[in-house]
Each structure stands twice: as C-alpha cells, then as structure tokens.
DNA sequence: TTGAAAGCGCTAACAT
DNA sequence: ATGTTAGCGCTTTCAA
C-alpha cells in the first residue's frame, strides 16, 4: 500500500514562469506555431522536457472543443470478424493522432443506444459503428447526425443514418457459395440462415434462394432455416436435416461459427465431408483451416472494413462535411476441402 | 454531402436561464446533490430532457480533475486470450461507469511506450495493461506511479510496477501438461517454447523440466525449442522433430496458437494422433474443439482476468491507495482427443 | 514575434 | 437550499 503522492502536474503556466514568458507563448511554441521563433521553440520543449510536462488532453479538447476521440459501438470483440476491423480501426485512428474509445453492445439494442449518449458526452469527433443484428429504429443517432458529428457505418448499416458505408455484398457472398456448391454437383443445397430483422442475412438468404432458382433447382421449404446462429440452432439444423429422406448434399451457412459447429455436428453424426455433404460458411476464421475437413467460406474483409471506415470517417471530420458515398468491399470465396470436387 | 449543421451544445447555463436558476444549482442537481429540494431537481431534470441536454463530461473531466476513464494497453486484440480479457474489462469498467480507451501494442515495446504517453495525456484514472513479450525496462509506467495512478497488470505483468497483479500459475500449467503427457506413457516430451524474454514463457519452460525431470524422464536438448512461436516457427519444430531418430511422442506447445499449428502440421504428416503422438497447448481457443483430433489444452482464464484486474484497479481508484496485490486465477486442464488415453 | 485576457462547460469552496 | 465566484489547463482572438 503506498499512499497516493500529490505531485502536481506540470502545465504550461510553470513552463511559462520558468520562462518568463506568457503561457500563450508556450502553447503556441509546443503547438509549432509558425509564428513563434526557433529559438523560442526549442527553450520552451527543452523546458517543457526537463519538468516533464505532457499535454492535458482534457484541457486541450474542451478548449478546443474537439477531442481527437473516435468512439467505435461493434457488437462483440469476440468474433474474429470484429476483432479485425477493431485492428484496422485501431491503427488508422492512431496514425492520424485519433484516440478510440469502444464499446461492445453484444447485440443489444438497447446497449447500442446506451452506448450513443456515452459516445455524446464524451464528445467524440466521430464514430464508427456496426448495428447489432436487430437494429431497426435508429433514431439514437439523430443526436450526432444534428449536431454535424460524423457516423461511419461498417457491415450492418443503416442507410436512415448519414455518413460513410462500408459493406460487402451479401446477396453476391450468398449467390456465389450456393452457386459453388451446385457447380461440385449438389442438388439438395440447404441454407442454415441468420435473423430476418438484419438486413444483412436477409441479402444472404435472397443470394441463397437466387442462386437456386438460376439454377433450377426447386427451394424446399425444410432447406431453408432461420435461426440466431448460435451453437444450439446449428446443432438443432444438422439434427432436423440428417433426419429427413431426402438429406442435404450441401449447406451454405449464414455465419462463420456455425459453419464450424454445422461441420462438426455432421461429421460426429457420421456424415462423409465432403463426399456426401459439401458445405461452405459465410464469413471465414483462421480454425477453417486446421480443421478437417478444412472448412470453405466466403471471406469479408474485417481488417479493411475497419480501415476504410475510420479513413472514410477522418475525411469527414476534417472537411466538416458528411459523406454518405457507400464503399463496396470485395469478398473472396476460399475453397477447400469442405467443398472439393474429386 | 450535408454541410456541418452549427447547433451549439445545452449546456448547463441554458438550463439555469430557462429556470432563473444559478448554474451551480443545475449542476448539483443533475449530480443529485443532497442539498438540492426534489422539487428543484425534477423542475432541472426536466429541463434538461427537454432541451436535450447531455453532460459535456470532458468539462467535467477537467474540473474534476478525474475523466472516468481507464486506459487499456494490450499486445493485440486477436487472440482470442486477449479478446476475452477486453470483454472482462469492458463490462466490469461500463458497469461501473468507466469509459476504457485501447490501444494494442502489437508486442512492440516502442509502441507500448508512446501509448503510456497518450494514456498519460489522456489523464486516465487508471490503467490495465498486458506488457509486450519483450518488455524489459518499465521506466515508462514511472509517470503513473509518481502520480499514484494505479496500473493493473495481468498475465504479462512485471513486479517493479506497483499496482495489483492478476496472472496465473505458469509454471504449474506447463508441469501439469507435461504430466498430463507423462501419465498417459509418453516417454519422449517436447516442448516448444516461447521467447526467453518474456517470464511467462520461462515459467512454462521450467515447468515443463521439472515435470520431466520428477518423474525420470531426461531432458533432451533437442526436444526443447524455443522460438518466437509464429506459425513457422511451429512448422519448423514439427519438420525438425518428425526427422529425429527418435520422434517424440508427446508435445507440449507454449501457445494455443502454436499448439494448432503444430498438430496441423504434424497431420499432413502422415503422424497419427493420439497413437504416435499427443500434443497438448498452453492455452485454449474456440478452434481446439473442432479440429481433428480435438486439442488437449490448458486454458488460461482471460475473461476472469480481465475482470478482476479492473475490479482491483477501481477498487485502488477509489481508495486513493495502490494496493500491489496479486491475484492468481485458476487455470483448467482439458483432456481432449489429442492426449486420450486409449 | 509575443502578451493579455477571455472563454471552453463544469464543479466546488465559500457565502447567504 | 441556493447563489457567487473562482478555477481546472489549454487555446485563441485581439492588441501591441
């Protein structure tokens, strides 16, 4: 236990008085004001480095009135799809001077709007954010939107709300692995599909459904399930599917993690991956890989989702002006030996 | 493009004039001072839901001299070790009205410096932070010691930094994996290592001696490898064993990462796990479960981590005493289908 | 090139 | 129970 030592912090003002000179002086001096003398300049970060001043951003942000904050609202960090885009996120903000205060909603809406008033009174210059999957009313953003507070939007977006979108086409991520799995010969292909209240799954579902139809193939109703994606639901779909007469021979899944759980229930059910059942996931993790069958997927990129919104977002904040241009980003279909035809 | 709306900030004056009420008033109000009449309170209240008012909380930040932020700094956010702990942290520091700003230090030590300088500029009221593998030198916590900001450190945490410690038992998970390995007839251990700069690795490395050396087995140099542990360090350590004359029969691998690789690797090798070889990680994530066969693992409990380490740092926060306790959490031994005994 | 002074929005000691 | 006032540390007009 150490009792806590009142050290002062140094400011400008005891720069100043060591100086001689007016605090004024000083700030500008530590800013590089064009106007401030060399000599002057380095007295005063000489001074500033031997009393061992650092800036106060409090001070500096409420007089500035902006505080080089960038909040970021994503769902969960845990899913290896938002833990990239908070890399990308993370290192653009920093390179360009920008703080990031986060907070997950773990796909609580009412997190979400909880989380907006956090993000307002802590005055950020702008925000990135990814809605929880049942985001419908999404008047928490007015706030910003009025007082001319940039939003950038990444994944599940809502075009009610101003500001920069970064998404990839889900409908086309959906097209193309249902497509794929028909060209190795499938005919009975199956689609383990997220909530209808996302947008997001619902453009995966039309994908789905399109690729069939293109494809002659009829959709059968029981090929078709809707669920939260979690563990049990994939579970719940091998169970009902691997119980029907006319079993699947491919399964396009909604999300990355139930691809996995889908894969592993099918294989202890004794099903042959991929001889008697090809199966592709929506969204890709590094366990696709090392597990066996390797797993197929469809690839979004996380890292440059988050990349480009905060970049997307600090133009924003530096024109003072809000641009709602919509950055497609390019998926990739990754095959391996979940989908591979012999 | 929509031009920057230029709707000036409520702030508390607003309130004040509407009520002809002094500032102050408002202000004890809405922080429900004792002082204040419910009637006053609920007239401000409403007010200030009227005209849409929200705490300016870098105003209050800087006249309290206290911002209700806490400073994170982590290696990197996708390891899923990592992703949990920030998950802890981030709901332990909401719950208790902390706001947390992240920086990841992708195991760069400079990098580690210049966030101790933002956190610092930031003037968080306390900071939780996982120290790069190579830190050594830790002259830049300096500035929150001498301020009596408390730092909490887990997992990679060092000593000469006051402040509580939450880690676990490094050693004893290495020992009881490498016993584990032992018990099952493995005759043959290796053990690849992680850097020797780092304790946490050391810990593992001796544990992992000492359990050999307990119970009678030599300790080959070939069969200890230390290394970076990047996936090619793994595939290195497997090609080099998998040619010795005497392939080991069990692995013991530094990192859940490392371990995937390494049974991965060991696979399309042609070797047959568990029968030939069994391996066991320092470390657990999701993937162990669904790889083929499934991943023996020592789990290290990030989330709990996380958890009491900023339940230990608000509780020094609130006392105004830093408290250098430490804190080792449990960690779990878990038996899958890479070391069973058949 | 520098200084003086006001102000950012809130809090808190002191007064009433 | 409420008002007055000063101040947190910095930036920024305006003046010199």
Redesign the pocket.
Known sequence: MALKEQK??I???DIAKEL??????V?????D?????E??KEKVKAVAQDLG?E??LV??S????KTNVIGVIIPNIGSQFFAKALSGIQEVARANGYNVIICQTNESVQQEVDMTRVMNSARVDGLVCCLTMETKDVGHFDVFTKKGIPVAMFDRVSYAVPGPKIVVDNYEAAYTATEHLINLGCKRVAHLAGTTSSKVFCDRTEGFKDALQKNDLPLLPQYLLSSDLTEQDARDAVRIWMNLPDKPDGIVAASASSGLIISAAAKSAGVRLPEDLSIISLGNERCNEFVTPSLSAVDMPGYDMGKSAVEQLIKCIKSEKVDSSITLKPIQLLIRNSSFKH
């Open positions: 002062r912090e400011t400008i003002n001689n000179i007016s605090p004024s002086t700030s500008r001096a530590l800013n004001n064009a106007k401030i003398s000599a002057t001043y800036l106060n001070a500096s409420l007089s500035k009135n």
